[in-house]
């Protein structure tokens, strides 16, 4: 197996524009620093610790809320490595997962009752409690859950359309129009994505290819911006502290990614993305100083 070499080890004759690439990369590890801060300092788990009579609704969302973000910090890191070490398909990858997270997050923060899906039904199916009930024509509805005892059945799973649809931005929901699906194209083996893996006159499948290594850097500090302002402006922290650091770290990353994206620009034919996303990180946003 050949040994890989770091982005920051390889000559900039061979990755053009290394140095604002290392740069964004700089920018994405102090986000994620000041995540992993914010994790450390409220994380604390309040279902699992309290008694029963005790645990009050609100528990519930904010564990979920900590676990999601947690999950993110871990997925956020293992993209980056894998970006540095020129595997930009991987990260790529996994960044879809941290979007999925975004998504999540946000679509509950406007459909609280639906926490119950993520909790008490996907818990409930793994643990055998419900199980998915079979059709007239006996065929198993994934759709539905069927609870035993009692012989009810409900709706069960929430499409990742129907999340996005929580989105109040209009460029955003534009930009998810493309980024998902390209995200998508990475993750399973769609044909459209096989570029990644030919050599320059495509003559040949190889796995060391150069020419995409600075995709990462325009998606994921895109992901990671959108996540953190829905974090500060949208639900807000009792941690003040961490708050106005997250929110002041954004601000600095915005700009210096605003003209990363300028220079870089992304094409995909039949698409304005950079455009969009410009837009988007345009917007003013106001520090939200109380939620969880």
Known sequence: MKERKLIKDIPEFILPKKNEVLKINENLISQVELLEELIDRNA????????????????????????????????????????????PEDSQILLRSVYENYLTLNHLSKNIEELDFFLRKTVGLAAGIYSHPLSKNNKV??????????????NFGISINKMADSINSLEEKEIHKELYPYLCELTHLNMISSGNYRDSDSSKYIYDA??????????????????????????GFYDEKMSKKIFTQNKVNKLEYLNFVSKFGFYKEGTNLTELIIKRLEEKKIRKKVSI
Do not use: M, W
């Open 44 to 87: 604390d788990i309040k279902v699992l610790t309290k008694e029963k009579d005790r645990i009050k609704g609100e528990d519930y969302y904010h564990d979920f809320v900590y676990f999601v973000l947690t999950k993110t910090s871990k997925t956020l890191r293992a993209s980056i490595l894998l970006a540095e070490n020129v595997f």
């Open 141 to 154: 509805q994934r759709n539905k859950i069927l609870h035993p005892e009692t012989g009810e059945i409900s």
């Open 210 to 235: 150069y020419h995409s290594y600075h995709n990462p850097y325009f998606f994921s500090p895109y992901v990671l911006i959108i996540l953190c302002d829905f974090l500060t402006c949208e639900i």
